[in-house]
């Protein structure tokens, strides 16, 4: 049996659903993706069964798709117009239709830079990564048409998937080696082209930063698989390029993409399933999530323990809305930790980081309006055409972002997050070209006061080195004090001492006592808690009843019982009174951190415990910048002046 014989016959036993529903879409969809998998369990005859195979398993075509994949993509081209007739109505060939493959078996399955370049040359392979840059789409002819000018014998010439054009050697027509050629572009043929920058994920890059370039064409352009800032799996031939020189550069031809979006499916394995059963049977989840964050920090207090729970609550999340009418409702809140040098900012915002599901991490010190959002430029990447560049909200999409030293940024780069935090889009505008790129992302800032420490003498707001605006896009806003008592001196240093020492034992094998060990590892480690993160992300809480009031009064309590001059500005319209105002955005941070307290617990409804874990949150954070209502359920009665709450 010939091997287009074999694809015909593979495509009739095993994939003719598939190629009823392409003919139905056709020609709106012109690609048939073939599931690897399905295509090995046929060849060992185990169609029915969920067996995952790998290459060690198979022979024969499923083999040869992974080894020589041009070749079986163009037999298997050629066997599907063949089978349409036979398992469908449609007689007439599928002309535009083309084959492309998914599910690849997990020996053909790397991250950007984690494969052999050796070794998977010319191979079919599935890369992981995100897509940091992507060009415009434009024309590339496929086949271009010559006409010899001297005798008018043509030529069609298949084109290379970029690069060059390639034209003909010589005419046949009058036997001219050095013949002349026209090209006919009305008579060639054309189809879009794009090209993409992937690279590895930010959560797991170490170091440099690897990418490589892939070659996209004709409907794989221009959608939303391929928008900068996007997680992909791009199943598509390496290609080693040549250079001049022994050594040879590499790209990827495209063959699909397949759009990574973390699910509860990542975390099914029975370590996280463990995890998740026990977390969530806690009589408080919240406590043990708590008491697993950052072990090697040492919390001086409540106030240390207040931080903590805000930043697992903010790992967990609202739930994002948008409603018929097009009101968006974010869930993704947004932290601020500012904080004299030394108290651990970096070391909390590092731990969130490295337990969120997805995220990615910068530091505020040169970083720029494009590094933060993104950019549309023109570099060696496009040839000198414009390409589209993400930036750390837009790589962080659907995770968390995390910007330390925040204070180091300049205001006028600091102003691009102004609008981004809020919308959770990035609109980027330059020579007439525009994007919007998608940014729904949990930002967890860290900084520094202006001067390095805290001067009781000032304004929160004079302490912050850059405009109001941008800080009243936080949910919360946490000051963290450098530790005065010598008690609490003591006990720091002691955990610093400890940590240190655990470090190094547990570097030399020697064994740790379980004392020890809690310096190093939490009761459970960062893969176990974002398994967690994941499970209660499935949840979607709403309030009911006597919570829905409670939060309401709760509201219209702090707004009245504030100062004067916080009372201005319910709307989100532009403030021109004091510094940092009281506004409806305070409700709105009410209703994100108890939908995350909610989903902590696995629950469907806000209930009143709830709101009483994020009271005094958010009464922490107005005392923090000097805001202090009356009857503060977080510090108890106070006055309503910035110096009575040690600012």
Same mark, same amino acid.
């Given at each position: ?13 095993? &994939? ?25 369990? +046929? ?32 037999? &298997? ?104 050629? &026209? ?109 697993? &964050? ?259 009064? +709760? ?77 503060n359920s977080a510090f108890g009665a106070v006055e309503a002046t910035a110096s009575e709450v040690g600012l």
């Amino acid at each position: 049996m010939s091997r287009q014989q074999q694809c015909e016959q593979v495509l009739r036993e095993a &994939f003719a659903d598939d190629i009823r529903a392409l003919v139905d879409e056709y020609p709106e969809t012109r690609r048939l993706t073939l599931d690897w998998q399905r295509l090995a369990r +046929w060849e060992i005859d185990a169609l029915g069964s969920d067996v995952e195979c790998d290459l060690d398993d198979v022979r024969g075509l499923a083999s040869d798709v992974i080894a020589r994949p041009e070749s079986l993509r163009e037999t &298997f081209a050629d066997a599907l117009n063949d089978v349409v007739p036979t398992v469908t109505e449609r007689e007439r060939p599928l002309g535009q239709a083309h084959v492309a493959f998914e599910n690849l078996p997990e020996s053909a399955t790397f991250t950007v830079g984690g494969y052999s370049p050796s070794e998977q040359a010319e191979r079919l392979f599935a890369l992981e990564g995100q897509i940091t840059k992507r060009t415009e789409v434009k024309p590339r002819v496929e086949e271009a048409v010559f006409e010899c000018q001297r005798c008018g014998t043509r030529a069609r010439i298949p084109q290379p998937p970029f690069g060059s054009i390639r034209e003909p050697q010589g005419c046949r027509g009058c036997d001219d080696p050095s013949a002349y050629f &026209f090209h006919k572009r009305s008579e060639s043929e054309f189809e879009d082209y794009q090209k993409i920058r992937l690279q590895q994920p930010p959560e797991d890059a170490r170091g440099d930063t690897e990418n490589i370039d892939v070659h996209l064409a004709d409907d794989l352009t221009g959608t939303d698989r391929v928008e900068s800032g996007g997680r992909v799996t791009v199943i598509g031939r390496h290609r080693p390029l040549f250079t001049g020189e022994v050594v040879f550069d590499e790209c990827v031809i495209g063959n699909e993409v397949v759009p990574d979006e973390p699910t509860i499916a990542d975390y099914q394995d029975e370590r996280h399933q463990q995890a998740v059963e026990e977390i969530g049977a806690a009589d408080d989840p919240v406590s043990v999530l708590c008491g697993a &964050f950052a072990p090697n920090f040492e919390a001086a207090g409540d106030r240390d323990q207040q931080v903590i729970e805000a930043l697992v609550l903010q790992l967990i999340g609202g739930w994002t809305r948008t409603t018929d009418d097009g009101a968006h409702h974010r869930g993704e809140p947004h932290v601020f930790l500012l904080g004299d040098p030394g108290v651990g900012k970096t070391v909390l915002a590092r731990a969130a980081y490295e337990i969120a599901p997805r995220g990615a991490f910068t530091d505020g010190t040169g970083s720029s309006a494009a590094g933060l959002t993104a950019a549309i430029e023109k570099d060696d990447f496009s040839d000198g055409q414009w390409s589209i560049s993400a930036g750390t909200l837009v790589r962080a999409h659907g995770g968390l972002a995390v910007v330390d030293e925040l204070d180091k940024g300049d205001n006028s780069d600091l102003d691009a997050l102004h609008t981004a935090l809020e919308s959770q889009e990035v609109h980027v505008n330059k020579a007439g070209k525009h994007a919007t790129l998608p940014a729904e992302t949990a930002l967890l800032a860290a900084g520094n006061p202006t001067g390095g420490h805290f001067d009781p003498t000032k304004e929160f707001a004079e302490q912050v080195g850059f405009q109001s605006p941008l800080l009243s896009r936080f949910d919360l806003i946490l000051r963290m004090q450098a530790r005065e008592q010598r008690e609490l001196i003591v006990r720091v240093a002691e955990q610093m001492i400890s940590a240190r020492k655990a470090a190094g034992k547990l570097a030399r094998g020697e064994e740790l006592t379980d004392e020890e060990r809690v310096f190093v590892e939490g009761e459970y480690d960062s893969d176990q808690l974002a398994a967690y993160i994941a499970h209660a992300q499935e949840y979607r809480p709403v309030p009911r009843g006597d919570v829905e009031d409670e939060m309401a009064q +709760w509201f219209a309590d702090l707004k009245t019982s504030l100062p004067e001059r916080y009372q201005d500005a319910m709307g989100d319209s532009e403030y021109d009174g004091p510094p940092l105002p009281v506004t409806a955005r305070k409700l709105d941070a009410m209703q994100r951190f108890a939908e995350a307290a909610a989903r902590a617990r696995l629950d469907d409804t806000i209930r009143m415990c709830d709101v009483e874990r994020v009271k005094p949150l958010i009464e922490r954070s107005l005392a923090d910048i000097g805001i202090a209502p009356a009857n503060n359920s977080a510090f108890g009665a106070v006055e309503a002046t910035a110096s009575e709450v040690g600012l």
